[in-house]
């Protein structure tokens, strides 16, 4: 969600289609396999100057440094782990992937500690400015949050594409709903 909020801003994606859409990511995945790679070969990063790159938050840590100036703007998406969990359970159903899961609670503490790290790096990097954003924040207040964004991106002023932006969220896809926990999980 927050990538196609992010192209809407003007933002253009750097993606490829290794993993399309499906019935688990109706709107696609955003993704780009090269960065699955990245801490053998970050090449690829030379074309993403200017353009929206989704990073899962454990592989943060191996985006090479940069000067400040031209360094990374990071905006990390906050969920409910319950539901992270749920999602992922649903999705390993969907695709009758019967492998053996970890138990939520282990999975829960490991998540946890992704996200700690991936704060710590943000905090530590002078090429990183970053940004927390909630999932459930910007579900309830999209239009609000779409213009943090804005600002962070630097793509503020525009009333028609935070409009278009903010009309991204829908709440119908949101569909694997947690406790109401605050526990969350980065991605």
Do not use: C
């Amino acid at each position: 969600m927050m990538m196609q909020i992010v192209e809407a801003l003007g933002v253009g994606p750097l993606v490829d289609e290794a993993r399309p859409a499906d019935a688990d990511n109706p709107r696609g995945y955003y993704e780009l396999a090269a960065v699955q790679s990245i801490a053998r070969e970050s090449g690829f990063l030379a074309d993403a100057s200017g353009r929206a790159l989704k990073v899962v938050s454990p592989l943060l840590s191996r985006l090479p440094v940069r000067s400040p100036g031209a360094g990374y703007r990071v905006i990390l998406m906050e969920r409910d782990l319950d539901e992270v969990l749920s999602s992922q359970a649903a999705m390993l159903d969907r695709s009758g992937d019967a492998t053996e899961r970890p138990p939520d609670e282990a999975m829960k503490r490991a998540f946890e500690g992704v996200h700690a790290r991936a704060l710590g790096w943000i905090e530590e990097r002078a090429d990183v400015k970053g940004w927390v954003v909630s999932h459930r924040e910007l579900l309830a207040s999209p239009y609000l949050v779409v213009h943090r964004v804005a600002d962070f991106l630097g793509r503020a002023g525009n009333d028609r594409l935070l409009e278009q932006a903010a009309s991204v969220v829908v709440p119908q896809l949101y569909r694997q709903r947690g406790s109401g926990s605050q526990t969350s999980a980065a991605r």
